[in-house]
């Protein structure tokens, strides 16, 4: 589904940000990126939804070869996968419906359809009450949710998040987290890079740790050879 | 499609200052060019009138008889070129001498003027090369002692018209990339004012197609409004010079709207030009 070959990144200016990384995502999996500040956790996920392209290696993503690829398989990409950030990046001047349903505006959806799906995603993040508010007037873990349904709203195999609380509080922290285990226990794959090391060890999630561009740790790897040891 | 429209017309309202600017700079873009247009169709038609006076006389021996003469006037009129041919007697001749140089008409005397076919050509055929190719073959006629068409006359007249017309074309290219430029820096900052907006369509699986579509739309009903405010002030001019100057002709409805044209043109190929750049740029 999501599968990273020898994966290689280097930025014209600050050098290698990855280098020969390879692994894979399945259907339906959640995982966690870690990993300190400037490891490549971002570049990972950056790579996922195609904003940037490997140096050297192929990524594959739902079928899609990053060699080779064109802008336009790029866009048809992206309508299956979801993608949240930490500084949510919503528009000011638009009500929570309106935020939501411009994702769907902009790719082409049919009018009538728009609406019931709108409010059947915001009763889902929890935010039915708010639709006509504007973001500026809501709380940051209320706007994560804004992002998160408008990351939903195409329907995706996958959600993407760089850091979803990095601005929260605990609370607000132990309630987007929540939102993302159900939306994957309703089989969305999850693919999220956290510095919340207390959130990953409460969870028992695969986990993926990063560290100056290198895979240095895969959870799935040491369930897979545990077994072995054991006599 | 509707939502590009809509996407469009906010942009005017988001930005009213710079859309009313780009406008302008359309429009005085088109009215430059649009004055000059005014000027050379108005030196070409004086051109035309002028051009349609272009004759060629053929002086006839005295000697000659009616009815060579007559003769000798169907075969000239059957040419393809030529429109009518009028035959003028050595009396006809003084008449017009005398009106026409009216404080010299004692010196005139009848009998000093000989007979001549005056030979009028048809429109597309006025030009130098066809004026004198007519009269070489004119003047192979027996009876044909001289022929006169006003040679360096027709090549002046045809040496202005070209370099109004050179004139016209290049300030006209000039002005068109003037207001492209216009166009495409107000697209820029259009496009980086909304580069926030941008980025989310581009994540959520917009094309880039669809992306550009509003700015193309805006850039559309820029071109044309500022082609429609051109023609306005182009109109004005042609009629304040029409009251205080001389007898301005103004564009006729299909050049009119060959304007408007224009000015979408423009505009259009302003915005995709920036467009496609800007949005790369900014994802």
């Known amino acids: ?231 | 499609m509707k939502l590009a429209v809509r996407e469009a017309l906010l942009g005017f309202k988001r930005a009213p200052v710079l859309s009313v600017l780009s406008i302008t700079t359309i429009a005085f873009s088109l009215f430059a060019f649009g004055l000059f247009s005014l000027v050379a169709l108005n030196i070409r038609n004086t051109l035309r009138s002028v051009e349609s006076r272009v004759e060629i006389r053929a002086f006839i021996a005295d000697s000659t008889s009616p009815e060579s003469i007559a003769l000798a006037m169907g075969d000239v009129g059957a040419y393809k070129e030529v429109a009518r041919v009028e035959y003028v007697s050595p009396e006809q001749a003084l008449e017009r001498a005398r009106k026409e140089l009216g404080e010299f008409k004692d010196v005139f005397e009848a009998g000093f003027l000989p007979a001549s076919i005056d030979i009028r050509l048809r429109d597309g055929y006025r030009d130098p090369a066809t004026v004198k190719q007519i009269a070489e073959r004119v003047k192979q006629l027996a009876m044909v002692e001289d022929v006169r068409f006003g040679e360096e006359w027709v090549q002046k007249l045809y040496s202005i018209r070209n370099v109004a017309t050179a004139a016209g074309i290049i300030l006209g290219l000039a002005f068109a990339a003037v207001s492209i430029i216009v166009i495409g820096a107000t697209i820029r900052m259009a496009v980086m004012a909304r580069s926030r907006e941008i980025s989310i369509m581009r994540l959520v699986g917009a094309t880039d197609g669809f992306i550009q579509r509003p700015f193309l739309i805006e850039g559309f009903v820029k071109g044309v409004l500022g082609g429609a405010m051109a023609l306005l002030l182009t109109w004005l001019a042609a009629t304040l010079i029409s009251r205080y100057f001389i007898r301005t002709e103004f564009f006729d409805l299909r050049l009119a709207m060959l304007g408007l044209l224009g000015g979408a043109v423009i505009g259009v190929v302003g915005s995709a030009v920036s467009v496609g750049r800007q949005i790369r740029r900014v994802l």
């Open chain 1, 1 to 231: 589904m999501i599968r990273f070959a020898s994966v290689t990144k280097e930025y014209p200016r600050t050098g290698v940000a990855l280098n020969d990384v390879s692994f894979a995502v399945n259907k339906g999996e959640f995982i966690f990126l870690t990993g300190p500040s400037g490891a490549g956790k971002s570049t990972i996920l950056k790579l996922i939804y195609f904003d940037e392209l490997p140096t050297k290696g192929d990524v594959w993503v739902s079928g899609t070869r990053s060699k080779g690829v064109t802008r336009k398989e790029i866009s048809l990409l992206r309508r299956k996968l979801g993608v949240v950030f930490q500084d949510f990046r919503l528009l000011e001047d638009r009500t929570v419906e309106q935020n939501v349903s411009f994702a769907l505006d902009v790719i082409g959806t049919p009018h009538e359809k728009i609406h019931p799906k709108v409010s059947r995603l915001l009763t889902q993040v929890g935010l039915s009450s708010k639709s006509t508010n504007y973001p500026r007037e809501l709380s940051g873990g209320e706007q994560q949710r804004v992002a998160i349904a408008r990351a939903l709203a195409n329907d995706p195999f996958v959600l993407v998040a760089d850091e979803p609380t990095g601005n929260l509080d605990e609370r607000a922290t132990r309630g987007v987290f929540q939102l993302l285990r159900d939306i994957n226990a309703a089989g969305t794959a999850v693919v999220m890079a956290t510095h919340n090391l207390e959130l990953v060890k409460r969870a028992d999630l695969r986990v993926l740790e990063i560290n100056r561009g290198a895979v240095v740790f895969d959870s799935a790897d040491e369930k897979r050879r545990a077994p072995e040891m054991t006599p």
